[in-house]
DNA sequence: CTCGACTCCTGTTAGC
DNA sequence: TGCTAACAGGAGTCGA
């Protein structure tokens, strides 16, 4: 599903979008706009103006618009952003592989002829005009450790739990949680604020590695572990049937020999 | 403020 | 074969 990579290869693929004068938008579905986001208000923001840069904090995708306005794009979890018919990735894990323009839930048309889409079968994405980006935590590409330790590792909730809280670390969803976890041997259960100076730094460095590979294999469904995320699934290091649990409304799957609760 | 539970969405898939 | 129910998770809301 999109996570902070994906929106990452969005965010890359709305750059040839920029530069080029917007003749008309269809935002036809109205559950798709949030927060108070208006068709009108849209076509006000966007006709005949540019979008000047493109930026991205999390899985909030950021346009700024030539007038000083600000597009955000949502994802949800089956949401892909296509460019002059370009899909920027090729796979998307739990969207469908059908290629239905019926699904087309935002349509950015410029003057050239180009056409950016939003489309997502779910529904679980939105576009909203002017986003609050203060709701935010720093984004996971750039969090340093000491904004992890002070933000993310305190307290009694599970330490999963707090990796996929956006408003602490932007961008990290269930996939990267449960790769980063796995591959940093911690059991994602544990309370937030447990770990060692150790295991926090251990921690860190996990997730920069996973983002770095994700980045470079092409999405949040390339881990080792993503093979494995299915009942009955085997540990791919130790070899023993991984634990299935719902941690943080997500479902989660760790080693119960390399990620043991007892830490 | 914190935090878990609940709800929304709908294509896909497992199972009868 | 055909149907139904479960499943997936990002994000917002609500109540304790």
Known sequence: MPEGVEIEFYRRSAE?????PISEIEANDEWFLKSGTTAEALTDALIDERFTEAGRIGKLLILDVSNGARLGLRFGMTGRLIVDGEASIDYLEYSSQRNDPAWDR???????GGVMRLRDPRRLGGVVLDPDESALGVDA????????????LVGTVALKARLLDQSRVAGIGNLIADETLWRA???PARAAGSLSRPES??????????????????GSHTGRLQDSRHRGGQCPK??????????????????????????
């Open 238 to 263: 130790d070899g023993v049937e991984l634990l299935r649990r719902q941690i943080g409304g997500r479902t989660t799957f760790s080693c119960p020999r390399h990620q043991p609760a007892s830490g």
């Open 106 to 112: 935002f349509v950015v048309h410029f003057a050239d």
């Open 141 to 152: 590409f750039v969090v340093t450790p000491s904004q992890l330790r002070n933000r993310v």
């Open 201 to 218: 730094e251990r921690l860190v460095r996990h997730l920069r590695k996973v983002l770095a590979d994700f980045l470079a294999d092409g």
């Open 16 to 20: 040839v979008a920029l530069d080029r």
């Open 185 to 187: 041997g911690l059991d």
